[in-house]
C-alpha cells in the first residue's frame, strides 16, 4: 500500500469515527484540512476550510500527522483551538485595531472553554 492509499485509509477512518479532519498529500508533504476559525489578523470572521502544514513527509510522518489531526479536532470542538499553537505567528508590528481584535479572540476562546467546563 503506498502513501496515497494509507492516507485515503486514514481519513476514510476519520469519517467513520465522526472527526471532521482531513489529511492531505501534497507532493510528499502532509496537510491537516478542517474547517477553522478565522486567523487572528484576517478581516474575515466566519470559519472556512483551511490547511496546516504538517512539516512532515512520507510514511515516517503520518502516524504523527494521524495523531496531529486528532488532536486539532478535538480542540476544535472543545473551542481550544489557538493558531498560535499551530505555527501561527503574529506580526511584527501589527495596527491598533488587529492588538484589539486578537485580544478580544483569545479572550473569547478562553471563555468558551471555560463556559464548556
Known amino acids: 500500500m503506498n502513501l496515497s492509499d494509507r492516507v485515503q485509509a486514514s481519513n ?8 471532521r479532519v482531513r489529511l492531505e498529500l501534497r507532493g510528499q508533504s ?3 484540512r478542517r474547517m477553522l476559525p478565522p486567523k487572528p489578523d484576517s478581516s474575515d470572521i466566519r470559519s472556512s ?7 512532515l ?12 489531526a486528532e488532536l486539532l479536532d ?3 470542538d472543545t473551542n481550544r483551538f489557538f493558531w498560535e499553537n499551530w505555527g ?3 506580526p511584527q508590528d501589527p495596527p491598533k485595531t488587529w492588538a ?5 479572540s483569545r479572550l ?10
Do not use: M
Not at 63 to 68: D, I, W
Not at 100 to 104: D, E, F, Q, R
Open 108 to 117: 473569547s476562546g478562553v471563555l468558551r472553554a471555560t463556559v464548556r467546563k
Open 49 to 55: 476550510q483551511q490547511r496546516i502544514a504538517t512539516g
Open 57 to 68: 513527509r512520507g510514511e515516517a510522518g503520518l502516524r504523527v500527522a494521524k495523531k496531529r
Open 30 to 32: 502532509l496537510y491537516l
Open 12 to 19: 476514510a477512518d476519520f469519517r467513520a469515527r465522526g472527526l
Open 74 to 76: 478535538a480542540e476544535c
Open 88 to 90: 501561527w505567528e503574529p
Open 100 to 104: 484589539i481584535g486578537w485580544s478580544l
